[in-house]
């Protein structure tokens, strides 16, 4: 039976022409070449970059974890870089790279890191998402990515420890979670300041002890006006004293804020029921009252929306005002500030909602006016009018 199959294979082969059994061969023999030679780079570094910038507090928050192609980070960089900011803030969630206890994958944050530096900019690394196996299930469901139970608060900082001591000298700014005071950051439990302490404690020494430049973040807050007892969260002022209450303020070095203009300008008065850009003001207020007031802040979300189908949007032009007066704004008044991170300087991919109308850039790499505005601003090319129009000759 076999016999008869090869021969029934042998006749067949003989009908086809002699050339493309050599071009099959050939192709065959230059895939198990290919799969056999040492893969280098997608994007390859360049020569060294320095950022060109005169107004150091300009940051933008990326989303460079979720890219699927290196040279979109490394074009994304480039273009922070050009547009005269010197630092990002970057999330590097624990559940992508230690997915099984102790077995670190480093690959995606090491093409971050890698890209950054050949750039000459700087990152600030927030860290969460909870591995699988680092939470519990509970007896009515499955917990979500932002669950972490007090008996998973070492593994998360022996994590933190790991990656202070691989990017030593590179990453020296970590964040530890974000908007705790939200039931949704939380893992869909009642917010926590107590717990959320804890969690800075077990954190901080380990971290220093692998790096000991290293600056660990307080998470920034949710601007929120929820009171005490919604299941949804908690006022960020309330939430940050209670934070102090509990004695968190030896468990960091720099306090992160989130900030948002809204539809309000940067100069709109702040207060206890009101959520603007000035709201930093009164968190900066709580910090002064409980902390070392040389303690610094850097505001690691912020900016306006320009969504035609947001209540919360202002228009393009008014948004492009209002980002470049709250630098200025920051420059001449918070002295506390180190850095002013706006979000978002682009997406992986289109979220076909409002949340797009927050980037400086569009997915398919095309520049906004704001970002002009914003590179005048930041590299010292402004003028008194036209601010989103490339400067002549760039």
Request: net charge negative; aromatic share 14%.
């Amino acid at each position: 039976m076999m016999n008869r199959m090869f021969a029934k294979f042998r006749n067949f082969t003989n009908l086809i022409p002699r050339w493309w059994i050599w071009y099959y061969r050939a192709l065959l023999a230059g895939i198990i070449l290919t799969s056999l030679a040492p893969v280098g780079p997608r994007a390859p570094l360049g020569a060294p970059q320095t950022v060109e910038t005169v107004k150091p507090q300009v940051c933008v928050h990326t989303r460079l974890i979720d890219e699927v192609y290196e040279w979109k980070i490394q074009r994304s960089l480039k273009l922070i870089r050009e547009m005269g900011a010197d630092t990002i803030v970057e999330f590097f969630p624990w559940a992508y790279i230690e997915r099984e206890k102790g077995h670190y994958d480093w690959a995606s944050a090491d093409v971050i890191a890698r890209h950054a530096r050949n750039q000459g900019i700087k990152i600030i690394a927030r860290m969460g998402l909870v591995p699988a196996w680092a939470r519990a299930d509970l007896e009515e469901g499955f917990t979500t990515l932002n669950y972490l139970p007090e008996e998973s608060f070492d593994d998360f900082a022996t994590f933190v420890a790991a990656f202070a001591e691989r990017y030593a000298g590179e990453i020296d700014q970590i964040i530890i979670w974000n908007e705790p005071n939200l039931s949704f950051e939380w893992g869909y439990r009642g917010v926590d300041p107590a717990g959320y302490a804890r969690l800075l404690q077990a954190v901080y020494a380990p971290a220093h002890a692998a790096n000991p430049n290293v600056l660990i973040l307080a998470a920034p807050l949710a601007p929120t006006l929820e009171p005490q007892g919604s299941p949804n969260g908690l006022n960020d002022l309330l939430y940050l004293e209670a934070l102090y209450q509990e004695g968190a303020a030896d468990y960091f070095d720099v306090l992160a804020v989130h900030t948002y203009g809204f539809t309000e300008p940067p100069e709109a008065e702040p207060g206890a029921d009101q959520l603007n850009f000035r709201r930093a003001e009164l968190l900066h207020d709580i910090m002064q009252r409980y902390d070392n007031p040389q303690k610094p802040i850097s505001i690691t979300e912020s900016g306006w929306n320009d969504s035609p189908r947001w209540t919360k949007a202002v228009r393009p032009a008014l948004r492009i005002q209002y980002t470049i007066n709250a630098f200025e704004y920051a420059e001449q008044n918070w002295d506390w500030l180190d850095k002013l991170c706006v979000w978002v300087f682009r997406y992986p991919a289109p979220t076909f909602s409002y949340p797009d109308y927050f980037t400086f850039v569009t997915s398919d790499f095309q520049l906004k006016p704001i970002y002009y505005a914003v590179q005048n601003y930041a590299r010292g090319w402004e003028t008194s009018e036209n601010l989103w129009l490339p400067a002549p000759g760039d």
